[in-house]
Nanobody, 115 residues
Framework: QVQLVESGGGLVQTGGSLRLSCAASGTILRDDTMGWYRQAPGKQRELVATITYSGSTNYRNTVKGRFTISRVNAKNTVDLEMNNLNTEDTAVYYC?????????WGQGTQVTVSS
């Protein structure tokens, strides 16, 4: 089993920055991919960014150039640096770990961007 705990959400104005952090515990494997999803009110959960154990990253188009995902394998942590935030980024952000065809999820952290 894997447990994920997020931190770092909050309220920020348009153009501001936030950094989300996630710590994983339990059985973590070398092939696990970690990442962030988000879900806005009335919308489906969507992928924001992922990072493999070796550091390969993937971003949704709307956050490219603004968000940076990073990972420290020795600490089983993954961070999401979010810059130049806009109101469309308002959502609950979920840390995720993909392992052997299973998704594990954190409890989510709210990010609210005000205009």
């Amino acid at each position: 089993q894997v447990q994920l705990v997020e931190s770092g959400g909050g309220l920020v104005q348009t153009g501001g920055s936030l950094r989300l952090s996630c710590a994983a515990s339990g059985t973590i494997l070398r092939d696990d991919t970690m990442g962030w999803y988000r879900q806005a009110p009335g919308k489906q959960r969507e992928l924001v960014a992922t990072i493999t154990y070796s550091g390969s990253t993937n971003y949704r188009n709307t956050v490219k150039g603004r968000f940076t995902i990073s990972r420290v394998n020795a600490k089983n942590t993954v961070d999401l640096e979010m810059n130049n935030l806009n109101t469309e980024d308002t959502a609950v952000y979920y840390c995720t770990l993909y392992q052997l065809n299973n998704y594990f999820w954190g409890q989510g952290t709210q990010v609210t961007v005000s205009s």
